[in-house]
């Protein structure tokens, strides 16, 4: 990972990825509160990989989607 970006929330995050041949992708995991019928097996919650993106050739492009992805999980009405 190169890079994590938070949520205004908290809720969501973004984690920037390289490889060695100079591609980037995301990962966006979302934050999974725990529910009462869980009984604990959770703790709090568990954090829960919603999107994973395709490989970019250049940082810009993905880090741009990355942080797009991340305001539409902030969005009103969106729910994980």
Do not use: F
Not at 12 to 30: F, I, K, T
Not at 43 to 54: A, L, P, R
């Amino acid at each position: 990972m190169i890079e994590r970006i938070e949520s205004a929330a908290g809720t969501a995050r973004v984690e920037m990825q390289a490889d060695g041949s100079g591609h980037y992708r995301y990962v966006l995991p979302v934050w999974i509160a725990a529910a009462p019928e869980d009984e604990g097996a959770l703790g709090d919650g568990v954090w829960m990989i919603e999107e994973v993106s395709g490989l970019y050739g250049w940082r810009g492009p993905c880090l741009n989607d990355a942080k797009r992805a991340l305001r539409l999980q902030d969005a009103p009405g969106v729910e994980s």
